[in-house]
T-cell receptor
Framework: KAGVTQTPRYLIKTRGQQVTLSCSPI?????VSWYQQTPGQGLQFLFE???????NKGNFPGRFSGRQFSNSRSEMNVSTLELGDSALYLC??????????FGPGTRLTVL | GESVGLHLPTLSVQEGDNSIINCAYSNSASDYFIWYKQESGKGPQFIIDIRSNMDKRQGQRVTVLLNKTVKHLSLQIAATQPGDSAVYFC?????????????FGQGTILTVHP
């Protein structure tokens, strides 16, 4: 069974731009969670989607948003990028509620 | 508040030794805990999980122990190999309405010397 896939793997943007990241969960998994990982803050929860509905949200500003499609694929969007948004963005899928399996992440660099 | 913490930020061992990585948690309502391994440039890789109704669970070369009395869990790696060098995280859902939200510890950097 294929694992969680994320695209793109690397991204360079400038301040003020917006970005969309994509995540394809493990087949059969309907829950998709997103995390931001930085050296200073570690892994922080962004939001979780299940059956196209956001069920949970972390403490991030409204510039961070997401959605889930009927095939469970998910996207997250960050608008008006700031330097501090540079991070590894991780997607994880699970048979909710259960152990989460992570993708390789998207490394976002904001210049 | 809710947290998952680790006792030591780094652990250095010799190849062939057994490694023990510890983790403390504050919320007793977690249904399960998970250990992840993260290598440089990669996403966290699932190692093993344990349900709250268990005290011990074994996998291939790994054992997780859960002590609910003192809110502590540990990951034991037998015959540690250089390929085990990575950052190890414990994580768990910290109770309440925590759909899809895992709280992670800061991580322990394991270095295995050949």
């Amino acid at each position: 069974k294929a694992g969680v896939t994320q695209t793109p793997r690397y991204l360079i943007k400038t301040r003020g731009q917006q970005v969309t990241l994509s995540c394809s969960p493990i087949s059969g998994h309907r829950s998709v969670s997103w995390y931001q990982q930085t050296p200073g803050q570690g892994l922080q929860f962004l939001f979780e989607y299940f059956s196209e509905t956001q069920r949970n949200k972390g403490n991030f500003p409204g510039r961070f948003s997401g959605r889930q499609f009927s095939n469970s694929r998910s996207e997250m969007n960050v608008s008006t990028l700031e330097l501090g948004d540079s991070a590894l963005y991780l997607c994880a899928s699970s048979l909710s509620p259960d152990t989460q399996y992570f993708g390789p992440g998207t490394r976002l660099t904001v210049l | 508040g809710e947290s998952v913490g680790l006792h030591l930020p780094t652990l250095s061992v010799q190849e062939g030794d057994n490694s023990i990585i510890n983790c403390a948690y504050s919320n007793s309502a977690s249904d399960y805990f998970i250990w992840y391994k993260q290598e440089s440039g990669k996403g966290p890789q699932f190692i093993i999980d344990i349900r709250s109704n268990m005290d011990k669970r074994q996998g291939q070369r790994v054992t997780v122990l859960l002590n609910k009395t003192v809110k502590h869990l540990s990951l034991q790696i037998a015959a540690t190999q250089p390929g085990d060098s990575a950052v190890y995280f414990c994580a768990g859902p910290m109770g309440g309405t925590s759909y899809g939200k895992l709280t992670f510890g800061q991580g322990t950097i394991l270095t295995v010397h050949p």
